[in-house]
T-cell receptor, first 114, second 109 residues
């Protein structure tokens, strides 16, 4: 069973640009959530999608957005990049109501903003 | 508000036992999770507690007291490969996961 796949793994952008990150969840998982991880702040929740609907949103500015497709794949977009957006962006999927509903994480997309 | 506290760093010796504490204050409680994250890798699930008490899984055990907002992860017979960050996370009623800052554990020979 394939795990959570995130692309691209690494990318470098400059301030003001925008970026789109992709996440393919484990087959059968309908919940996909996104997190920003930085050394100082730890894992910060961005948003969560379930069946193409954004169900929860963290405390991030509107420059951060996302969507989920009918096949449960998800994308997140960051517009007008700032230096502080440099981070590891982690995607996680879950079965939610089965077993413990734990999160399964992808390897992450490491974004560097210059 | 949502707040989870863990020690920032801990050091222990190979073969020893270490306890990593986690205290939380969240809006609703629907389970407490521990994740392990090696440097440069994705977090991986270690344990889950939703009722008070101890859950044992091999060398790892996790304890929960809901009334105290407290959990700990106990690692026995430490091995060098246990050097990693350990993340405490609480799932609230909205199915949101709130993560603590993580505890970086260094296991020394």
């Amino acid at each position: 069973k394939a795990g959570v796949t995130q692309t691209p793994r690494y990318l470098i952008k400059t301030r003001g640009q925008q970026v789109t990150l992709s996440c393919s969840p484990i087959s059968g998982h309908r919940s996909v959530s996104w997190y920003q991880q930085t050394p100082g702040q730890g894992l910060q929740f961005l948003f969560e999608y379930f069946s193409e609907t954004q169900r929860n949103k963290g405390n991030f500015p509107g420059r951060f957005s996302g969507r989920q497709f009918s096949n449960s794949r998800s994308e997140m977009n960051v517009s007008t990049l700032e230096l502080g957006d440099s981070a590891l962006y982690l995607c996680a999927s879950s079965l939610e109501w089965e077993n413990t509903g734990e999160l399964f994480f992808g390897e992450g997309s490491r974004l560097t903003v210059l | 508000g949502q707040n989870i506290d863990q020690p920032t760093e801990m050091t222990a010796t190979e073969g020893a036992i270490v306890q990593i504490n986690c205290t939380y204050q969240t809006s609703g409680f629907n389970g407490l999770f521990w994740y392990q994250q090696h440097a440069g890798e994705a977090p991986t699930f270690l344990s889950y507690n939703v009722l008070d008490g101890l859950e044992e899984k091999g060398r790892f055990s996790s304890f929960l007291s809901r009334s105290k907002g407290y959990s700990y992860l106990l690692l026995k017979e430490l091995q060098m490969k246990d050097s990693a960050s350990y993340l405490c996370a609480v799932r609230d009623y909205g199915q949101n996961f709130v993560f603590g800052p993580g505890t970086r554990l260094s296991v020394l020979p």
